[in-house]
C-alpha cells in the first residue's frame, strides 16, 4: 500500500464518492460544483492536498486533504518562529472498504510527508466520529463546548462601532494579536475567507440569502463570522473581545445579523480565553460539541500542546 497525492482528476472521481457523507442537502451536481469552487478558492488552491491511500495496483482504498495552515512556535530564547501546521479534513473509505484498517493507515502514513514539510510544527484534524480512530495515530484530543445564542431583532449595527464586509478580512485580523502561547496556530485572512467562500455556495445552491455583514469590531475587540448554510447557523469564527462589554456588543450584533438572514441560532466554540466572556452573556447556553473534536499531535519536538491552546472554529476545516 503507498500514499499518492490525488490528480486533478482523481480529485473530481473522489466527489462522486464522498457525495454520501457530505453531500446532502446538495444534489449530486451541487456537491459536484461545491468541491471544484472550494478547491478553486486562493486558500485552498495554494495550500490543499488531497491524499490517496492506493493498492499497489492503483486502487484508492481511503483518501483525505490537508490544509497547510500558519502556526508560531516560542523558541527557548522567547522568539516566536512562524512554521507550518497542517488540518486534516474529509478521511473518507467507502463503506464497502470500512473497517479494513484503511482510514488508520492513510493517517499513519501521511504523519512522515507532513513531518518532511521544513518547518512542519503540528498536525490537527476535527473528528467527527470520536476521537479512538485518531488516538491510535498518535492524535490527542482537546475538550469542546460550544454556547448557543438565540437570534434578536434589532438593527444590527447599533452598539458597536462597524460591522464588517467580506472585504476586510485582513484588516479585520491585522487588529488581532497572537497571545503568549508556548505553541499557536494562527490562520490568515484567506484561510477565514475560506469559510465565507462556503457561505457564498451554500447561499447559491439552497437559496438562502447571506447574512448582511461578516463580523463586527468595537473598541480593539473584533469579531467575525459565517453562516453555515447547510444547518442555518451563524458561526462564530473569531472572537477577540478584550472586555465584557465588548463581548456583549459583538454577539449582540451577531445575533441581530443573525436574525435578520433568518438563521436559527449563532453559535460559538469556546476557548479558553473566551469561556470566562461567554458564561456571563445572558441567555448564552453551554452543550457539548456534537462533532468537529479538535485533535492534535506534534510534527516536530518541542510543540507542546496543552489544554489552553485556543482553537478557534475560523481553524476548522
Ligand atoms: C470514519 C471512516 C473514515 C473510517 O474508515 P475505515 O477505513 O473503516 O477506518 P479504520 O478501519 O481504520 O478504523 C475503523 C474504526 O473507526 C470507527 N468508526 C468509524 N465510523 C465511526 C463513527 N461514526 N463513530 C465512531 N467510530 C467510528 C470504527 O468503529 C472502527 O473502530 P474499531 O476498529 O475500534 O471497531 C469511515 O467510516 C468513513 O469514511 N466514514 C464517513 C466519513 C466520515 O465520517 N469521516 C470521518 C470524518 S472525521
Redesign the pocket.
Known amino acids: 500500500m503507498r500514499l499518492v497525492l490525488a490528480t486533478d482528476a482523481q480529485k473530481t472521481e473522489r466527489d462522486s464518492f464522498t457525495y454520501s457523507?457530505w453531500g446532502p442537502p446538495l444534489t449530486p451536481p451541487g456537491y459536484a460544483a461545491r468541491e471544484q469552487r472550494l478547491r478553486a478558492h486562493p486558500w485552498a488552491h495554494a495550500e490543499m492536498r488531497t491524499w490517496l491511500l492506493c493498492k499497489e495496483a492503483g486502487e484508492v482504498l481511503?483518501s483525505c486533504e490537508t490544509f497547510r495552515t500558519r502556526s508560531f512556535l516560542r523558541a527557548e530564547d522567547g522568539t516566536r518562529v512562524a512554521g507550518d501546521s497542517f488540518a486534516i479534513a474529509?478521511?473518507?473509505?467507502e463503506e464497502r472498504?470500512?473497517?479494513?484498517?484503511?482510514?488508520?493507515?492513510l493517517m499513519d502514513l501521511l504523519l512522515p510527508e507532513l513531518r518532511l514539510a521544513p518547518e512542519a510544527q503540528a498536525a490537527l484534524?476535527?473528528?467527527?466520529?470520536?476521537p479512538?480512530?485518531y488516538r491510535r495515530s498518535g492524535y490527542r484530543e482537546l475538550s469542546a463546548w460550544n454556547w448557543a445564542l438565540a437570534p434578536e431583532p434589532g438593527e444590527p449595527g447599533d452598539l458597536v462601532d462597524r460591522l464588517l464586509g467580506e472585504t476586510e478580512l485582513d484588516k479585520a485580523l491585522a487588529r488581532t494579536h497572537p497571545p503568549e502561547q508556548p505553541f499557536l496556530l494562527w490562520p490568515t485572512a484567506a484561510q477565514a475567507d475560506w469559510h465565507l467562500e462556503r457561505e457564498r455556495i451554500y447561499s447559491k445552491e439552497l437559496g438562502r440569502p447571506r447574512p448582511e455583514a461578516c463580523g463586527a469590531t468595537i473598541g480593539s475587540s473584533t469579531a467575525l463570522w459565517a453562516m453555515v448554510g447547510k444547518s442555518g447557523v451563524l458561526v462564530l469564527l473569531w472572537l477577540d473581545a478584550r472586555t465584557q462589554e465588548d463581548a456583549s456588543a459583538l454577539l449582540g450584533a451577531a445575533r441581530r445579523v443573525a436574525y435578520r438572514a433568518g438563521l436559527s441560532r449563532v453559535e460559538v466554540w469556546e476557548e479558553p480565553g473566551t469561556a470566562p466572556l461567554l458564561a456571563r452573556i445572558p441567555g448564552a447556553t453551554r452543550e457539548p460539541r456534537d462533532g468537529a473534536l479538535p485533535m492534535l499531535q506534534p510534527l516536530r519536538p518541542g510543540v507542546l500542546l496543552s489544554e489552553s491552546l485556543p482553537i478557534p472554529r475560523v481553524l476548522w476545516v
Do not use: C, K, P, W
Open positions: 457523507a481511503a474529509s478521511v473518507f473509505t472498504l470500512r473497517g479494513r484498517g484503511y482510514a488508520t493507515q484534524l476535527f473528528s467527527d466520529v470520536g479512538s480512530i
